[in-house]
């Protein structure tokens, strides 16, 4: 293992089912590494190195060297780094999965420069990964609550958002939206695509992408409803136009529903759950949190015990 400021290596022995291989084929093959990771990595002198020397992606191997290929940064976009609201629910050296607060941007941008989500992290790992970037899988809205993983080097980030709508990268919501679901227990799959004259809104149109929402009512709230859902596509804005082309938006969602203020100053949508499997270890994570409390004083005070207490997780 290297030691933490040092970059991210990948390393692989070299078994005698291996020996002659070259370079290029082991890396695609072996290790799974994109056309795209290669070009970033050969040119530098410590991106690919065979027992400790640089080679080229043409050398062939033999039993028993170690092929060992750099996957952190040489050079990385520049965050600046400013302290920030920051829970983390899950760290190693690959990647990071943070509960983001409502509010809080994932991503820089205009208004938001120094803000956001990814500004805490760069200050975060400034203090303890300096070798770490910021490799978002997905992205949250703004208001939009709860688990969001980051990788800390592109493989990670490749690996992982080559895992995205399939088995092995699973997420699922808890929202209030408004009225009653009918049927109660469902799957919504309508496509979406951009409403004309806008860059922002979408909708349920034929000419756009597919896009499936798996829903579950857990019970009835303020005005509303309790829904658990999972996601097979990852649209942009994809729950809250599934649930608003029903009749029944988000309570809050100022885009696709109304303000409500008085109720709750954001859309309710929370990321509840996120299982993935490690893009380097191969473990599978499974993870959780709990709704901020401006979600949670809008439950029933049975139902609001059973999501504290972890007693309503099932899904499906």
Avoid at 185 to 208: C, F, K, M, Y
Avoid at 225 to 231: E, I, W
Avoid at 232 to 242: L, M, S, Y
Avoid at 267 to 288: I, K, N, Y
Wanted: charged share 25%; hydrophobic share 40%.
């Amino acid at each position: 293992m290297t030691a933490p400021n040092d970059p991210r290596r990948l390393d692989l022995v070299i078994d005698g089912g291996h020996d002659g291989w070259e370079v290029n084929d082991l890396l695609r093959r072996e290790l799974g590494l994109s056309g795209t990771l290669l070009r970033r990595v050969k040119w530098l002198e410590d991106g690919i190195l065979l027992d400790g020397a640089r080679v080229t992606t043409r050398a062939a191997v033999r039993a028993g060297q170690v092929l060992s290929v750099r996957l952190s940064d040489p050079e990385r976009p520049e965050i600046p780094p400013v302290e920030g609201p920051l829970d983390i629910v899950y760290e190693d050296r690959d990647l990071v999965v943070v509960d983001k607060a409502p509010g809080v941007p994932a991503h820089p941008g205009p208004g938001h420069w120094s803000d956001s989500l990814g500004n805490a992290l760069a200050a975060h790992f400034a203090r303890t990964d300096p070798a770490a970037g910021f490799h978002p899988i997905h992205r949250l809205d703004r208001g939009t609550s709860g688990l969001m993983a980051v990788a800390k080097h592109p493989y990670a980030q490749e690996r992982l958002k080559g895992q995205l709508h399939t088995g092995g990268f699973q997420r699922a919501y808890l929202a209030l939206c408004q009225g009653r679901m009918d049927p109660a227990n469902g799957t919504i799959d309508a496509p979406i695509g951009r409403a004309p004259g806008s860059i922002l809104l979408r909708q349920v149109t034929p000419e756009g992408r597919r896009a499936v929402t798996h829903y579950r009512t857990l019970c009835p709230a303020a005005e509303g409803s309790l829904l658990a859902l999972r996601l097979e596509t990852g649209r942009t804005h994809q729950i809250r136009v599934h649930l608003a082309s029903r009749g029944h938006p988000l309570l809050g969602d100022f885009l696709y529903g109304e303000e409500r203020p008085g109720l709750i100053a954001r859309p309710a949508l929370h990321s509840w759950r996120l299982a993935l499997t490690h893009p380097v270890t191969g473990a599978r994570l499974d993870l959780s949190c709990l709704p901020p409390a401006d979600m949670l004083r809008l439950l029933p005070e049975e139902m609001a015990e059973k999501v504290l207490h972890g007693t309503e997780t099932a899904l499906f």
